[in-house]
């Protein structure tokens, strides 16, 4: 948590303010079982008469006015500077999200962040709140009512001692107890988050394959989890204030014992006893207030602990710069005994991979799935990075180089079309923020989606839902592909990106991209042999492994896995 104080630096005066006002609320309050007793000791048994009386009720009223007054502003400053400082919290983590490496997000995985991105950073906010409302305010009262008790009579005020000194004990015990529970639950909460995500993303795919049932046992399994953590915490949490009660009441008998030996013998007044009391009672309000907070720190602690863990993760991506060192002269693009491993697993997901790529080639990659097709041209944006083995971008080694600048010359269309919300436009200008209507209708022209454009009543400015869900999957992958060539990268990966385009339209498409003026070296992934046979170069994986690197007529005659997938696959055409 102390971490976390940082994002106060914008919040200073509404930090001091909110428990400042709450501290004079405090001293206020402490005051009020002073006048009670003199109204008794005085204005009741001391004969000055109901004037006096008035006039200390009066009193009574304009420091509950004052308290009011107080306690409203504390309240105001405390939620200004816990709002503020959540604001601060989800900027700097959204940003450390998005600079986090794929390998990382990989392992962290999307409802762990989302639930840090929401519930967390929430409870955080909570406790910041709770803290600057009450955590000066509850021990002020506290000992200050111990105080004034030893003020009246001291060993009155003993009592208030020993009583505060056995709450203390319970009240941290349980706190030490919890926090652990509390991430537990967090962590259960993951769980819970996860699996309404997968089931809302893929509701169409449980459905057909009729799902549901297993999916809501699924569902309810992960929830009973939650559901028991969260109880088994509450009930040591809820001890908090039977034992408070329990100490302070047993606290109170003790004192009006002792009080009423002491009125007895004259070192006590009556209304000496009831202000001790009304003390008494203070305190054991304010510990319930600090039980209720320690239980929400406890949260935040918690909370707090697993915002860190993304909050401190180090940046794996390498932004040096190279500029300085001497280039490699030759191949464009050059892969040099490349391994790849995810997660420290037993087995490669590439393993020895070498080959060159010249400027303006067109490559096309094949394997069977899980062959590492994907794998391997994420690494030319640096999405990943190699185990070992060194791959070479316009004569300079990709360890030393900015991931941006590989990826502000790459245009990258990914497996999943994925488009966002807004207008067709304003995706489409992901690629290139200054690209005119024009650029524009050139890229869509060239990713064959002129005619989802004409389609659409408003055209470019035609809003696309969350996930492009009003659009087709072949749509979606064509404005994809336009929102990459927008840009005109000197590289164009396109990763299996036209798997939902019949056989016209992705021949369409490869030639207009052949025929861009600008010749970008393309990377094509694919499963057809029909999209990739034209290439220049033709690389084949097989289990992470290089089967052979050549043009369609060279794979034929020396590739046996090419062959293949060649053959079973015209073979079905034919069929």
């Given at each position: 948590m102390r971490?976390l104080i940082?994002?106060?630096?914008h919040?200073k005066?509404?930090?001091i ?9 405090a001293?206020f309050e402490?005051?009020?079982?002073l006048?009670v007793s003199?109204?008794i000791?005085k204005?009741?048994?001391g ?7 008035v006039k200390m009720?009066?009193?009574l009223v304009?420091?509950g006015v004052?308290?009011?007054?107080c306690a409203?502003?504390a309240?105001?400053?405390?939620a200004r500077a816990?709002?503020g ?7 700097d983590?959204f940003?450390?999200?998005?600079k986090l490496?794929y390998?990382?997000i990989?392992?962290?995985?999307t409802?762990?962040m ?7 950073v ?5 406790g910041?709140?709770m803290v600057?409302r009450l ?5 002020f ?6 105080i ?10 003993g ?6 000194a056995?709450?203390?004990v319970?009240v941290?015990?349980?706190?030490l107890?919890?926090?652990p ?8 909460l993951?769980k ?8 809302l993303t893929g ?7 009729c799902?549901e049932d297993?999916?809501v ?9 939650l559901?028991?953590?969260?109880i088994f ?5 809820a001890?908090?204030?039977?034992l408070?009660y329990?100490?302070i009441?047993?606290a109170?008998i003790?004192l ?5 030996i002491?009125?007895d013998?004259g ?5 000496n006893?009831?202000?001790?009391y009304?003390y008494?009672?203070q ?6 207030k600090?039980?209720?907070l320690?239980?929400?720190?406890t ?10 863990e993304?909050l401190d993760?180090?940046i ?6 190279c500029?300085?060192e001497a280039?490699?002269v030759g191949?464009?693009?050059e ?5 790849v ?11 020895n991979i070498?080959f060159t790529?010249?400027r303006?080639q067109?490559v096309?990659i094949?394997?069977?799935t899980?062959?590492?097709?994907t ?6 944006p640096?999405?990943y990075?190699a185990?070992?083995?060194n ?9 030393d180089v900015?991931?941006?600048?590989l990826?502000?010359i790459s245009?990258?269309?990914p497996?999943k ?5 807004g207008?067709?436009r304003?995706n489409i200008k992901w ?6 209507d024009?650029d ?6 060239c ?11 408003k055209?470019?400015?035609?809003i696309v839902?969350?996930?492009?869900k009003?659009?087709s999957?072949?749509q979606?992958q ?6 990459a060539?927008?840009?005109k990268?000197e590289i164009l990966?396109l990763?299996?990106?036209a798997?939902?385009?019949d056989y016209?339209?992705d021949a369409?498409?490869?030639?207009a991209i052949k ?8 990377f ?9 046979m ?6 084949v994986l097989?289990?992470g492994k ?5 043009t369609?007529?060279e794979l034929?005659k ?7 997938i060649h ?7 034919g069929a």
């Amino acid at each position: 948590m102390r971490k976390l104080i940082k994002y106060l630096k914008h919040y200073k005066l509404q930090s001091i303010l909110a428990p400042l006002f709450k501290l004079l609320e405090a001293a206020f309050e402490l005051i009020v079982p002073l006048i009670v007793s003199a109204v008794i000791d005085k204005g009741i048994n001391g004969g000055e008469g109901w004037q006096y009386i008035v006039k200390m009720c009066l009193v009574l009223v304009a420091l509950g006015v004052v308290g009011l007054v107080c306690a409203v502003a504390a309240q105001y400053f405390a939620a200004r500077a816990a709002v503020g400082f959540s604001k601060e919290l989800r900027h700097d983590l959204f940003d450390k999200v998005q600079k986090l490496s794929y390998r990382q997000i990989d392992a962290l995985g999307t409802g762990k962040m989302i639930t840090r991105m929401t519930s967390d950073v929430n409870q955080v906010q909570n406790g910041v709140n709770m803290v600057l409302r009450l955590f000066m305010r509850s021990p002020f009262i506290v000992f200050g009512a111990m105080i004034m008790a030893f003020v009246i009579n001291t060993v009155a005020g003993g009592v208030f001692a020993i009583s505060i000194a056995v709450l203390c004990v319970v009240v941290f015990g349980i706190m030490l107890i919890s926090i652990p529970l509390y991430k537990k639950v967090q962590n259960n909460l993951d769980k819970v988050t996860v699996s309404t995500r997968e089931t809302l993303t893929g509701v169409r795919v449980i459905r057909a394959f009729c799902k549901e049932d297993d999916e809501v046992s699924k569902y309810k399994a992960r929830n009973n989890a939650l559901t028991k953590s969260q109880i088994f915490v509450g009930r040591i949490s809820a001890l908090m204030n039977p034992l408070t009660y329990v100490i302070i009441n047993a606290a109170i008998i003790l004192l009006l014992y002792v009080g009423a030996i002491k009125v007895d013998g004259g070192a006590l007044s009556q209304g000496n006893v009831v202000a001790l009391y009304n003390y008494m009672g203070q305190i054991l309000i304010e510990l319930i207030k600090l039980a209720n907070l320690i239980i929400t720190v406890t949260k935040s602690f918690a909370c707090a602990g697993r915002v860190n863990e993304i909050l401190d993760m180090p940046i794996e991506t390498n932004t040096a710069d190279c500029s300085g060192e001497a280039e490699r002269v030759g191949h464009f693009i050059e892969f040099e005994n490349v391994c790849v491993n995810y997660g420290n697993a037993a087995i490669d997901a590439l393993s020895n991979i070498s080959f060159t790529v010249e400027r303006g080639q067109t490559v096309g990659i094949i394997g069977g799935t899980g062959a590492g097709k994907t794998t391997l041209v994420n690494l030319l944006p640096k999405f990943y990075e190699a185990k070992s083995g060194n791959i070479f971008i316009n004569g300079k080694n990709i360890k030393d180089v900015d991931g941006e600048h590989l990826r502000k010359i790459s245009g990258i269309v990914p497996q999943k079309a994925v488009l966002f919300y807004g207008s067709i436009r304003e995706n489409i200008k992901w690629g290139n923020d200054n690209a005119s209507d024009d650029d524009i209708i050139s890229a869509v022209n060239c990713a064959q989606a002129s005619d989802v454009i004409n389609s659409k009543y408003k055209g470019l400015d035609e809003i696309v839902e969350q996930g492009g869900k009003n659009f087709s999957g072949g749509q979606r992958q064509r404005l994809t592909i336009a929102r990459a060539l927008v840009k005109k990268p000197e590289i164009l990966i396109l990763d299996d990106s036209a798997s939902a385009l019949d056989y016209a339209t992705d021949a369409k498409l490869r030639k207009a991209i052949k025929n861009l003026d600008y010749s970008p070296t393309v990377f094509i992934v694919s499963q057809r042999t029909s999209s990739i046979m034209n290439a220049d170069k033709i690389i084949v994986l097989d289990g992470g492994k290089l089967a052979g690197v050549g043009t369609h007529d060279e794979l034929l005659k020396s590739c046996e896995v090419y062959k293949e997938i060649h053959n079973s696959q015209f073979e079905k055409v034919g069929a």
